[in-house]
C-alpha cells in the first residue's frame, strides 16, 4: 500500500489561536464511506465521525496526527507560511507514530523483515527530536518507495518546494477523497474543542460559541475589551478599538 498523508486544515482565516493541520494515514483497507464532507455535517455528527476515526487507530487501521501554528508565528509569517509550519509539524507527528507502530510490531512485519529498513527507523526515530526536514524525509525514504503529501484545495502551501514528498492538491472531487474528509472531520472538531475549553478563561469573547471567527459580535467584544493574548494582531487592523 502506497504511504499517502492526507491533509486539511482548520482555522485558516479565525481572528484568534492557532490554525490545526491534521493528516490521516490509512494503514488498512477499511469501509471510509462512514467520512463525509464535514461542511455538510452538524456538529455532533462531526464529533461521532471523530470517535469512529479515534476507534479506527485503534485498531491499527489508520494513523492521524496534527501540527498547528501559533496565533504568534501567523503574525509574524503570515497565515500560509503557518499552515506550512504546521503541515512539517503533523508530519512528524504521523512519523512518530509509525516508528512507535514498528517498534510494538503492529506494522505488518512483511514490510519491515529489512535489516536496512530497521536502521533507517531508528535514524528516523533521531531526527525527530531535532528536525530537519529534508534530511528526514531522505531516511523515510528508505522505509517506503512510494510516498505522497494530499491536500484538499488548489495549494500546497509550499510544501513541494520544501521536501521531498509527492505533492498532491484536489479541487472539487466530491465522493472521491473520503480520508480528506476525515482529516477535515479531526482538524474541525479538536480545534473547536480546544476554543471551548480556553473559552473559560475569556469569557467576554465567548470563544465557544463563534470558536474565534470574526463574527459581528467576535468584533464588538474585541472592540470593548481588546485583543487578548490569543488574537491575531494582523488579523485586526481593520477592527477600530476603544480608547485609541
Same mark, same amino acid.
Given at each position: 500500500?502506497?504511504?499517502?498523508i ?19 494515514v490509512? /494503514? ?12 455538510? $455535517?452538524?456538529?455532533?455528527k ?10 479506527l ?25 503557518? +499552515?506550512? /509550519? ?8 504521523i512519523?512518530?507514530?509509525?516508528i ?6 503492529? $506494522?505488518p512485519q512483511k514490510?519491515?523483515?529489512?535489516w536496512?529498513?530497521f ?7 533521531q ?8 534530511e ?9 518507495k512510494?510516498?505522497? $503529501? ?12 520544501d $521536501?521531498?514528498f509527492?505533492v ?5 472531487w ?10 477535515? +472531520?479531526?482538524a474541525?472538531?479538536?480545534r ?6 480556553i473559552?473559560?478563561k ?11 471567527y ?9 472592540q470593548?475589551s ?9 488579523? /485586526?487592523?481593520?477592527?477600530p478599538?476603544?480608547?485609541?
Amino acid at each position: 500500500m502506497k504511504f499517502k498523508i492526507f491533509f486539511d486544515e482548520a482555522g485558516r482565516w479565525p481572528l484568534a489561536w492557532p490554525v490545526v493541520v491534521w493528516g490521516v494515514v490509512k /494503514l488498512e483497507e477499511f469501509d471510509d464511506s462512514i467520512f463525509k464532507d464535514s461542511k455538510k $455535517l452538524s456538529e455532533k455528527k462531526r464529533e461521532q465521525i471523530f470517535q469512529q476515526i479515534q476507534q479506527l487507530e485503534k485498531q491499527n487501521k489508520l494513523i492521524f496526527g496534527f501540527g498547528y501554528g501559533t496565533n504568534e508565528e501567523i503574525d509574524k509569517l503570515w497565515i500560509v507560511p503557518a +499552515i506550512n /509550519l504546521a503541515t512539517k509539524r503533523t508530519i512528524l507527528a504521523i512519523f512518530a507514530k509509525y516508528i512507535k507502530f514498528f517498534e510494538n510490531q503492529i $506494522l505488518p512485519q512483511k514490510n519491515f523483515f529489512d535489516w536496512n529498513k530497521f536502521l533507517a527507523i531508528q535514524q528516523l526515530k533521531q531526527q525527530i527530536q531535532s528536525p530537519h526536514y529534508p534530511e528526514l524525509i531522505q531516511t523515510f525514504n528508505k522505509i517506503e518507495k512510494l510516498h505522497w $503529501l494530499i491536500f484538499d484545495g488548489n495549494t500546497d502551501f509550499w510544501l513541494s518546494k520544501d $521536501l521531498n514528498f509527492k505533492v498532491i492538491t484536489v479541487i472539487k472531487w466530491d465522493d472521491k477523497v473520503p480520508l480528506i474528509w476525515a482529516a477535515s +472531520i479531526v482538524a474541525k472538531v479538536t480545534r473547536d474543542q480546544r476554543m471551548k475549553q480556553i473559552s473559560d478563561k475569556y469569557p467576554q469573547y465567548n470563544f465557544a460559541k463563534h470558536k474565534g471567527y470574526g463574527t459581528k459580535a467576535h468584533r464588538q467584544a474585541i472592540q470593548q475589551s481588546w485583543p487578548c493574548k490569543l488574537h491575531r494582531k494582523t488579523f /485586526l487592523k481593520n477592527i477600530p478599538l476603544n480608547n485609541q
